[in-house]
């Protein structure tokens, strides 16, 4: 017998509680809708991560955010008047082209995270264990031993997750649906934060691009004024992480590190390696979210994030808002 702590009663369950998941959750909690977030994660914004090591602090996931659709630029517009964001730069040195604005998180891409969280019922730590229709709503049991049930369901988690929690339930989806899913792919990204032991030599605003090699990004997070002292994140290229993903990572660490080296007129006293397995989808699909209980005897489902509508910060925000959408007009 479940008393009323182990079983949570809501209106849409989100899981993740990354870009997509707390902007679908903001649209449906003003439109009146009970929301549960629920996230494995410590933190909160997915990959807009942040890590210490000492004094110095990270950006180690998405590095800045572009706007091109207008609801988003007004939105990063009230994160600069919330003080949880402002402009990096336009354009880097060595670039003819003078590009869009590049926004940053302040003091962290996870402040604009936290902005949104701020109302909201989140629960972090917690893993979904499984999902599965009971009657017209879901039921979703929690590695905490509660239970969620829930008129409507947003999963926000990368494609290749969502589809092993499709298949936890026995979850049918059309089979153009399906193929829509099997369609996205990832590419990995290995992520290297690394204390120097002086300031890197990287020239203002502090980036680096790179097209060949196995480093595709350098960042210096203390000119970026993430981190009070000299403190880079190296981001592996796609090739280069996908080769090293399992392998140890202290040693490909050192090994992004060595490469870095002549770039950063620093030595590096310490680091850590994070890798993100589905650090950007490579083929997205094209709609900005997907209602995937349409044309089946599902309870409202609907599936969001960065692989809908393209692989960056204001893809995901999108897609949360389309997903959001899609389900309030079902509840």
């Known amino acids: 017998m479940h008393t009323d702590q182990t079983q949570h009663s809501v209106d849409t369950l989100i899981i993740g509680a990354g870009l997509s998941g707390l902007s679908a959750a903001v649209d449906l909690q003003q439109a009146g809708h009970n929301v549960l ?13 942040g890590r210490r090591i000492g004094d110095a602090s990270f950006d180690h996931g998405a590095q800045f955010m572009t706007t091109r659709n207008p609801r988003f630029a007004a939105t990063v517009q009230d994160w600069i008047a919330a003080g949880v964001a402002e402009e ?3 354009s880097l040195p060595g670039s003819s082209t003078e590009g869009h604005p590049r926004y940053r998180g302040v003091p962290s891409m996870t402040a604009i995270a936290k902005n949104l969280a701020t109302d909201l019922n989140i629960l972090r730590s917690v893993r979904v264990l499984d999902i599965a229709q009971r009657d017209n709503q879901w039921l979703a049991n929690l590695d905490n031993g509660q239970q969620v049930i829930a008129k409507s369901m947003l999963i926000t988690a990368p494609v290749p997750q969502t ?44 980036a680096i691009a790179l097209e060949d090699g196995p480093i595709a990004w350098i960042s210096d997070n203390q000119q970026k004024g993430v981190s009070k002292i000299p403190a880079i994140t190296i981001h592996g290229s796609g090739d280069f992480s996908a080769e090293h993903f399992d392998l140890d990572r202290q040693i490909t660490g050192q090994q992004l590190i060595d490469a870095a080296q002549p770039l950063l007129g620093a030595g ?20 900005p979210c997907m ?7 599902l309870p409202p489902l609907a599936l969001a994030g960065d692989a809908f509508n393209g692989p960056r910060v204001e893809g995901a925000v999108v897609s949360g808002w389309a997903a959001a959408a899609a389900l309030a007009g079902l509840l």
């Open 163 to 206: 589809i092993d929690l499709l298949a936890s339930g026995n979850i049918q989806l059309t089979a153009a649906d399906q193929a829509r899913l099997e369609a996205i792919e990832y590419e990995a990204c290995i992520a290297v934060m690394a204390v120097l032991d002086g300031p890197s030599s990287i020239p203002v605003p502090g």
């Open 291 to 297: 209602l995937a209980s349409s044309d089946t005897s």
């Open 37 to 49: 977030l629920v996230d494995k994660g410590r933190g909160l914004g997915g990959r807009l991560a």
């Open 88 to 90: 990096w730069y336009s």
């Open 268 to 287: 590096v006293s310490d680091f850590q390696v994070h890798g993100w397995r589905y650090s950007k989808p490579t083929v997205v699909d094209p709609q």
